[in-house]
């Protein structure tokens, strides 16, 4: 009887050892670690969807419509998931004054292409970015954004512009590239007696009419070491424009008087001008890179060449251009971590060749970015390499905005209401205005 209850309680004593083993080894030494089933395994073998990213918007605004940037909007989807950038359009007629408004209320888009002058520095409308980025840039681009040695935008691919003109139509008149404006009005006379209109031009567009003038003054006044010293001296307040531009300005109206402008183009939208002459129904047209993209989706056969703008004096020839847009960072943005990502980016070749892509024909101002020439450049590139490319209006400083009085006042000239002498007249004063209003 013994030996049985001793049996027994060996038995149930060697059970008892192994479930309590099985229990303080089941992780280590337990069977197949299927069998053993933790609370959580079946959760975390759940194939889950990823938490989509949370985008932050930041709005950027620019005067050029966005076949102009999108191949620089697609960069930024690709290589910024984190941000959203919103695209804003603003026709250039009315660009600063809309983006002035926003910004005096305290809103206004967080990137801003252009408007950056010592007078919208000084109230603060634009974030320092010297720290940042002064080092990047050439002084050649930032100077005209740079103010008590602090700068205030990035400055994009160069921008020019000059006469574009339709290659065949040339070759089947058997008409020369002209060298000066006398030449250019004996093409426009063959032209004309062909039914041909020899320049399209959106002269409802002041800026427009504004740099139609300033190609020639640049050839015959401005493109001078003496003109540059007046340049220079008219937007410090020291010289006046009708002293300066009356003659050049006087000759320019031999457009009107040859029959090239007329009044009816007072009515002409750009557009409606790049319809015409990539159609063939206008010979010329004067413009820059930024509509190169919409001349080859309206006449993807055309052969277009560019000429640089003329004056009565011959030589190379002038553009008109400079530094092209530069973006600066409202001061005011809620999300400036996120823009500060978007100019991170614009910062970069790849950034600067994304924003060239839509406006070729320009160089970067950003250290170590070359950009290659198109072949519809070719005719320009004697103007180029003697570095005859110009906007004057970048050294007017706070006066910048007399540009557009300069442009409406020619289309009053086109109108017969003023005279050259007038029209500058006018410029000289809302130019006081402005040098006063900044003081």
Known sequence: MKRTWLVSAIAILTLSILFTGCGKNSTDNSSPKENVTPKNTTESKETKDPEPVKKVKVRLSYWNKEDSVKTLL????????????????????????????????????????????????????????????????????????????????????????????????????????????????QVADV?????????????????????????????????????KKWNNDFGKGNAKIADALEPALTTWTEYLKRGVFTKDMLGLEEEQAIDEFTSGKAAMFQAGPWYMETFKQKAPNMKIDMFPNLGTKGGPGWMVGGPGVSFGLNAKSEVKDAAYKVLD???????????????????????????????????????????????????????????????????????????????????????????????
């Not at 954004?145 to 008149?173: C, I, M, R």
């Not at 041909?196 to 002269?203: E, F, M, R, T, W």
């Open 74 to 185: 697609q960069l930024f989807k690709d290589k910024l998931p984190d941000v959203d950038v919103e695209y804003q359009f603003i026709d250039n007629k009315t660009y600063a004054d809309v983006i002035k408004t926003q910004l005096a209320a305290g809103e206004g888009p967080d990137i801003i292409g252009g408007i950056i002058d010592a007078n919208t520095v000084k109230t603060g409308y634009f974030e320092d970015l010297t720290e940042r980025y002064a080092s990047k840039y050439y002084e050649t681009g930032t100077s005209t954004v740079t103010f008590d040695n602090k700068l205030y935008g990035l400055p994009q691919a160069s921008w020019f512009n000059g006469v574009f003109y339709n290659v065949e139509l040339f070759t089947k008149y058997n008409l020369k590239i002209p060298t000066t404006l006398d030449e250019y009005f």
């Open 191 to 227: 032209l004309k007696k062909n039914g041909i209109k020899p320049q399209a031009i959106g002269l409802k567009n002041p800026n427009v009419a504004g740099q139609s003038f300033l190609g020639l003054a640049l050839n015959d006044f401005i493109g001078t070491e003496e003109g």
């Open 345 to 439: 980016l614009l910062s970069t070749p790849e950034g600067q060749y994304a924003y060239w892509a839509d406006n070729k024909g320009g160089s970067s101002f950003l250290k170590g970015v070359t950009f290659e020439m198109p072949a519809e450049y070719n005719g320009a590139q004697e103007a180029f390499k003697e570095g005859n490319v110009m906007f004057p209006v970048n050294n007017w400083g706070v006066a910048f905005a007399a540009f557009t009085d300069l442009g409406k006042g020619i289309q009053e000239l086109i109108a017969g209401i003023k005279t050259p002498h007038q029209v500058l007249e006018a410029v000289d004063k809302k130019a006081t205005e402005l040098l006063e209003k900044s003081k």
